[in-house]
């Protein structure tokens, strides 16, 4: 995994935790919505269905594209490093696939699981110094 990857995931994480955090607002406890079967963990289909549901709820239009305006508090660099295809949107498969990144990089004991401590352990600030 070079730099670049790793950059293009601190950076995606931190477009997560800014959508995560508006759709909280609305609906409550990010990580205990996340966490469907209650264990105390995110696992990685719990964390995709999870943003499934972000994608959609921050695509206020309902086109099935992410635009830079429905991407509130994300820099143009970290949409333009989730933005595969360069169309200057995302599409559900760039925005998962940036999730992906997402979860590798906070998982940092390597189980497979995030817990609350590991998701709430990369925030925008991480993701900014990461991407210097």
Do not use: K, W
Not at 9 to 28: D, M, T
Request: a negative charge; charged letters at 25%.
């Amino acid at each position: 995994m070079g730099i670049p990857v790793i950059r293009a995931g601190c950076v995606a994480f931190g477009f997560l935790l800014i959508l995560s955090a508006a759709a909280a607002a609305e609906q409550g406890d990010s990580f205990l919505l996340s966490d469907r079967n209650g264990d105390g963990s995110i696992d990685q289909g719990e964390f995709y269905d999870r943003m499934v549901e972000l994608f959609y709820f921050a695509d206020r239009n309902r086109d099935r594209a992410l635009a830079p305006a429905e991407a509130d508090g994300v820099t143009a660099e970290a949409f333009r490093d989730a933005d595969r295809n360069d169309d200057g949107q995302l599409s559900l498969s760039e925005f998962t696939g940036a999730r992906v990144i997402d979860f590798n990089q906070a998982d940092s004991n390597r189980d497979g699981l995030l817990s609350r401590d590991e998701a709430a352990a990369v925030g925008p600030a991480r993701s900014s110094a990461a991407g210097q």
